[in-house]
């Protein structure tokens, strides 16, 4: 079991651009979460899939986020525009009977 | 709504020394609590959880946390502290649905030896 991969483990982009974090699932985890954390924020919750469906996107910050999961192997956390304050990690977890399972994240700078 | 707070954003014990890191919850159904660990540049890593049964829960590396519903607590201990220990440790609740974890601030934890 390869457990949550996440890609790309660091991203350097300057303002204005469009950033996409991929996340690879646990295979059979049927709960995916999306969280970013920030130091001065701490850990996120972006929004979370069951089955792909999205159930709860209202911890996205603007409408400059969007997230997919056309299946069950893979989804798309996307921000277009980017801005300054969008720098942060951002972490993909796959959830187990209860407990969530983490990607090493994706640390994302805006210049 | 569910919450967690852990008390002091910093600790710092001697190697050797007793490691308690305190952690309360708020809720309203009964909770699934769980401590996680984070090591520089990765991930967040299970520690141990409790859902059901036995209040004193086991985890990896040594650590333990005893839910006490009376204090609304589940506070991590270690009763001799290891240079590798030191990481950023954060509390969770989850109720028995299907929501996602809440996560504390969590605890910087520096062991010097």
């Known amino acids: 079991d390869a457990g949550v991969i996440q890609s790309p483990r660091h991203e350097v982009t300057e303002m204005g651009q469009e950033v996409t974090l991929r996340c690879k699932p646990i295979s059979g985890h049927n709960s995916l979460f999306w969280y970013r954390q920030t130091m001065m924020r701490g850990l996120e919750l972006l929004i979370y899939f069951n089955n792909n469906v999205p159930i709860d996107d209202s911890g996205m910050p603007e409408d400059r986020f969007s997230a997919k999961m056309p299946n069950a192997s893979f989804s798309t956390l996307k921000i277009q525009p980017s801005e300054p304050r969008d720098s942060a990690v951002y972490f993909c977890?796959?959830?187990?009977?209860?407990?969530?399972?983490f990607g090493e994240g994706s640390r994302l700078t805006v210049l | 709504a569910q919450s967690v707070t852990q008390l002091g954003s910093h600790v710092s014990v001697s190697e050797g020394a007793l490691v308690l890191l305190r952690c309360n919850y708020s809720?309203?159904?009964?909770?699934?609590l769980f401590w996680y660990v984070q090591y520089p540049n990765q991930g967040l890593q299970l520690l141990l959880k409790?859902?059901?049964?036995?209040?004193l829960v086991k985890g990896i590396n040594g650590f333990e946390a005893e839910f006490k519903k009376s204090e609304t607590s589940f506070h991590l201990t270690k009763p001799s502290a290891h240079m590798s220990d030191a990481a950023e440790y954060f509390c969770?609740?989850?109720?028995?649905?299907?929501?996602?974890?809440?996560f504390g601030k969590g605890t910087r934890l520096s062991v010097i030896a």
């Open positions: 409790y859902t059901t049964g036995a209040t």
């Open positions: 969770a609740v989850s109720d028995a649905g299907n929501t996602p974890l809440v």
């Open positions: 809720s309203s159904v009964p909770p699934y």
């Open positions: 977890a796959a959830r187990g009977v209860r407990e969530l399972f």
